[in-house]
């Protein structure tokens, strides 16, 4: 045998040789797989956010969002970093991880995370006099909310909580109890969740009746009365239910008048009369030149 071949033969057995003894090694030690990896980076990351830590969770959570797609945790992750970017102020971005959330069937996060987007663009809800594009967001989510999570009878969640906790009190170990106890504290917090909702639902509304009562304000101190007779009937027709209604209704008879038409001034005044007739008397002298003027 040449001493070259003797060589490679030799080489090519420590090689061998190394690469078994390598790999016998290896197997003592525990594998890691892509979900061990996520399961562990979750449960820290839930660690760090019940600290209070949000952007230490964010951080870590945001690592994890690629690897655990399309397994069990990915609802986990994405409503947890949703909690997380809401915790931190940055309701862009949590916004937009409950929507993510809503997108995986059958995830136990549906509720919530629909509650919880309707609140982020809630946060997102600017002053009155700037665009209200967040404002619209909202009420279209918790109205959402509303529709797809009703209570029906919230008088007998609250009965049946109080009878199960005196239940409880008397017999502490009954397992029927305690599921009907944990059952209806459940839904007690879906009363809760959907009074949030309505109130949240009404001051929007009136931060939009403000937005539109406020331009046609504007445009009658520029002398457009006509641009603010568009947004008076904005209000009237789109949010008669907020306390912008009765002035958006009166000011909508000024500008008609203001502009003459006379005709026009007068049905929006019987308008007005029929949901206030209490203004009957104070709105004599206006009924008055209005009648006047028609004649002329």
Request: with cysteine.
């Amino acid at each position: 045998m040449s001493g070259y071949r003797f060589f490679s033969r030799s080489a090519l057995m420590l090689f061998t040789t190394g690469i078994l003894f390598s790999s016998g090694c290896s197997s003592s030690k525990p594998e890691t797989t892509p979900n061990s990896l996520v399961n562990e980076g979750y449960a820290s990351s839930v660690k760090l956010y019940e600290k209070g830590d949000y952007s230490a969770a964010i951080l870590r959570l945001e690592s994890l969002l690629f690897p655990a797609r399309a397994t069990a945790l990915e609802d986990d992750v994405l409503y947890l970093l949703g909690e997380s970017y809401y915790h931190s102020g940055d309701y862009m971005l949590a916004a937009e991880m409950f929507s993510r959330v809503q997108q995986i069937s059958s995830t136990p996060y549906a509720r919530t995370s629909q509650f919880m987007m309707a609140k982020s663009y809630e946060q997102l809800s600017p002053h009155f006099e700037l665009d209200q594009q967040y404002t619209r967001k909202s009420i279209e989510q918790f109205s959402l909310y509303q529709e797809l999570y009703p209570v029906a009878d919230s008088s007998k969640i609250v009965s049946d909580v109080k009878t199960l906790s005196e239940l409880l009190k008397i017999n502490p170990e009954n397992i029927s109890y305690k599921q009907n106890y944990a059952s209806a504290i459940t839904q007690l917090s879906r009363i809760d969740s959907l009074r949030y909702s309505g109130k949240a639902i009404r001051t929007m509304r009136e931060k939009l009746a403000k937005n539109s009562f406020s331009i046609a304000h504007q445009y009658v101190q520029l002398g457009k009365y006509k641009a603010a007779g568009i947004f008076y009937d904005e209000v009237i027709a789109h949010y008669p239910d907020t306390i912008y209604d009765q002035p958006a209704l009166e000011g909508k008879i000024d500008v008609l008048i203001k502009r003459k038409k006379w005709f026009d001034a007068g049905l929006a005044l019987d308008q007005y009369l029929q949901l206030f007739p209490e203004k009957r008397k104070e709105m004599q002298v206006i009924r008055d030149t209005i009648t006047q003027n028609s004649k002329n």
